[in-house]
């Protein structure tokens, strides 16, 4: 038994984690759709399900995270029309823009990101095996999931298919359809639509199934944790259920994990309403990734969050205690001065670990974990404030803060670099260089770039920025 409980969206209440294999979780989420700059509301997922990955290894289990790559969809091919070049030239920018993203916001790299458009064998084996038993069938050249046949819909979002009205919009992928539930799986040519030429004839895959495909293809067809934002529930992950089980007779996925909604002036952040901020356009409003990313983690997963300017300052301002407290401690490892130790702060030390593991266990509690953490940085703060801690001291507890995080993620060594030692190593390396000293101010540079300070030397002398 973990100790660690999740609210499965199946069941609507904590249960228990309990992996397939011991000691490793197989977990897909869904990706973007690389058609345009993700935006802070993809990121709420995105962050969650890192906090998610992150904290299941520091519980002590291997990962195998699998998230796809949407690089085939109608608005990718829309895209593609309007600036007349193919599928691939849009997706190629949007892709290097999302992995830029993850790497500012310290968002860990999945296992692995399966692109669509790799794995269109996979699913059209996929279709095959649901046209073998009967579950399908073909309009106009496009084959459609008859969900009448699956006598387990809705168990995921408790929409059974005869409480769905007909004619409904439940589906972005407006095809002809018999029943306002079933989706399409194949979608034929159109005319100026990128396509493949398919023993299912031509053209090209519907959304639903590329993830079934994929998580089957390299998590196996049953495995630990899939996770989305909640819009993610239905229909999307209820047709996974319906296409996956469906096809193999096995379950599909123990454990559904969706996160609410980041929100703008209480409305869903989309693309569609317009209410969208890209990470980009946080940036060049001042805020550091970091406190972006803050902002984030420290709320509850499933707990709908309004994003605003306040909140984001706020986040700021108490990533910047986290970050303080952390140089505090890196300060005293420089100091020659050796001070005392002290009982309480050990204490208070075990404490926070302790509690951060309880509050995290319960399904990922985060706001309660970062009190925790805030705890015991006031009454570290109150105990340091009293006289100097022995290193060693400050050693244990740089190693806890490094343990948590490497949960949340939010500590950057390269902030703590001073702008006073900045100075100091640039004339150092001045002189090293006047000396003919080469190799010192090499390594002088490489420090400097280590910790994120970019030189240049101009006529004028050498000038700096932080990356
Ligand atoms: P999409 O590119 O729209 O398929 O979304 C990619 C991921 O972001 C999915 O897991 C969505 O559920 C999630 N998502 C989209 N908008 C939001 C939002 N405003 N808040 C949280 N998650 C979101
Ligand atoms: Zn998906």
Redo the contacts with the bound molecule.
């Keep these: 038994m973990s100790g660690i409980y999740f609210y499965n969206t199946e069941t609507n209440r904590k249960e228990e984690f309990v992996s397939i294999e011991p000691d490793h979780v197989r977990m897909y989420?869904?990706?973007?759709?690389v058609y345009d700059f993700?935006?802070i509301?993809?990121y709420?997922?995105?962050l969650f399900e890192d906090v998610l990955r992150r904290y299941l290894k520091y519980r002590g289990y291997k990962v195998t995270h699998v998230m796809n790559l949407?690089d085939v969809e109608d608005k990718i091919i829309r895209k593609s029309q309007e600036q007349n070049c193919t599928i691939f030239d849009v997706t190629k920018t949007y892709e290097a823009a999302f992995f830029e993203d993850l790497d500012s916001l310290c968002i860990e790299r999945a296992e692995h990101y399966p692109k669509a458009t790799d794995h269109v064998p996979e699913m059209i084996d996929l279709i095959k095996k649901l046209q073998e038993k009967g579950m399908t069938y073909e309009k106009d050249g496009s084959i459609y999931y008859r969900v009448n046949m699956f006598k387990d819909y809705g168990r995921l979002s408790g929409n059974r298919p005869e409480t769905v009205q007909a004619g409904a919009r439940i589906d972005a992928d407006e095809y002809e359809k018999e029943e306002a539930t079933d989706f399409v799986l194949w979608k034929s040519r159109k005319e100026g639509e990128h396509f493949w030429q398919t023993e299912l004839g031509e053209g090209r895959p519907g959304w639903h199934i590329e993830c079934s495909a994929m998580a089957m293809k390299l998590l196996g067809s049953h495995f630990d944790i899939h996770?989305?934002?909640?819009?993610?529930i239905f229909p999307h992950h209820e047709n996974e259920i319906a296409q996956s089980e469906g096809a193999t007779g096995e379950r599909y996925v123990n454990y559904w994990l969706h996160?609410?909604?980041?929100?703008v002036d209480g409305e869903?952040?989309?693309?569609s309403k317009g209410n969208f901020y890209t990470l980009r356009d946080l940036m060049n409003k001042g805020f550091h990734p970091m406190a972006i990313r803050f902002f984030i983690v420290a709320s509850h997963y499933r707990t709908p969050v309004n994003l605003t300017m306040e909140g984001l300052h706020a986040a700021h301002a108490s990533w910047s205690r986290i970050m303080d407290f952390h140089g505090r401690l890196k300060e005293i490892m420089q100091n020659d001065a050796e001070g005392r130790r002290s009982d309480n702060l050990d204490e208070e030390r075990t404490q926070c670990l302790q509690r951060f593991k309880e509050h995290m266990d319960d399904d990922l509690d985060a706001p309660r974990a970062v009190a925790a953490v805030f705890d015991f940085i006031r009454e570290a703060n109150k105990i340091m404030d009293e006289g100097p801690i022995a290193k060693i001291q400050a050693q244990e507890i740089l190693e806890a803060l490094s343990q948590i995080d490497s949960v949340l993620g939010v500590i950057v060594e390269e902030e703590f670099i001073l702008d006073e030692e900045i100075e100091r190593l640039i004339q150092e390396r001045h002189e090293a260089r006047k000396n003919k000293e080469f190799a010192k101010a090499d390594a002088i540079r490489d420090q400097l770039t280590e910790q994120g300070i970019i030189l240049e030397d101009t006529r004028d002398g050498v000038r700096w920025k932080r990356r």
Excluded: F, Q, V, W
């Design positions: 989420t869904c990706g973007p759709t993700a935006h509301g993809n709420r997922a995105y949407t996770c989305g934002g909640e819009d993610n996160c609410r909604h980041l929100l869903k952040m989309s693309k």
